[in-house]
């Protein structure tokens, strides 16, 4: 899939109508908090390969901040900064982090002087859109970002605006959803659809396929990109819940599909697409539904040029010519 290809089911980027459904959401999350934590477990696995020793990490669309308090243990040294859209999911991260002042928790266990300094290097939050940051270039090491790439029509714009404020050899980690999340439920609704002759209107993103996050990685300036991906299925015990935990997701950006529709037939569709969920049953008993999870870090090349268009030499490259067979 082309980066810069019209979808029709992939609608302009709008911060706006963003900010709104994470609004939303924010209340509702703990309910639904079991996916990211669980992929963010996932994610911290990863890093522990990874020889990093940042002195400012950036979680881009840090949610209620629940990432902000394993990454200040990781890294005691590294003062952590939490954006995102929503000032309800700040509300929610901040008040989280009241309490955690509030309780000493593992603190007891530390020494008063490096108690101190945790408390001093605490997570910070400030509400902004992680496609358009407010900070100056090569103000990071480290950018963090946990299931927040595919809410954006464009990741290829996105990439080059969090390579931006990285700096030289600053790393980027990053988790998204790819194509087959949420086929499930795309696949009812197009059933649903054919079965009441209605025309068919996009219910889930065209999410970004793996291979191509790997090249816009490398054509927004990050070199030795890897990715990875694997497939999880989560159960329910009927229609009503599965869509109950879509909407406190986020419900996408098709949330108003239904009731939008010009040739009517809400209702109906609805009921529907419970039907096509409930042929989807196993033998189990439960209903699945899909999550494509796509892992990637990468790291912030060395400049090849100047904003000018003039290349780089870098003194340690010089006399390091190709070897001559003597």
Known sequence: ???????????A????????????????????????????????????????APVRVLDAACGV????????????????????????????????????????????????????????????????????????????????????????????????????????????????????????????YREAERTLGLAPMPHTIDFVDMHDLGDMLVESGFEIPVMDQEVLTITYRSPESLLADVARWGAYPFERAAGERADGGAQALRGAVHAALEALRRDDGTIPLTFEVIYGHAWKAVPRTTAEGHGIVRLEDIGRGPKRNR
């Open 65 to 188: 901040g629940s990432d902000l308090g394993p990454l200040r243990e990781r890294f005691p040294e590294a003062s952590v900064l939490g954006i995102d859209i929503s000032s309800a999911m700040l509300a929610r991260a901040r008040s989280a982090e009241a309490e955690g002042e509030s309780s000493p928790g593992w603190r007891r266990f530390l020494p008063s002087t490096l108690a101190k300094a945790f408390g001093a290097r605490g997570p910070q939050l400030a509400q902004a859109d992680f496609a358009a940051l407010p900070f100056a270039g090569g103000a990071f090491e480290l950018l963090w970002s946990n299931l927040a790439l595919h809410w954006h029509s464009r990741p290829d714009v996105v990439l080059p605006e969090w390579q931006r404020v990285l700096k030289v050899n600053g790393l980027l980690m990053f988790s998204t959803f790819g194509p087959d999340t949420l086929r499930e439920l795309a696949a009812a």
């Open 13 to 52: 980027y709008d911060p706006r109508r963003l900010r709104e459904i994470f609004d939303r959401r924010a209340a509702a999350f703990d309910e639904v908090a079991f996916l990211p934590r669980e992929i963010a477990d996932r994610m911290r696995e990863r890093l522990e390969y990874i020889k990093v």
């Open 1 to 11: 899939m082309s980066p810069t290809s019209s979808k029709t089911s992939r609608p």
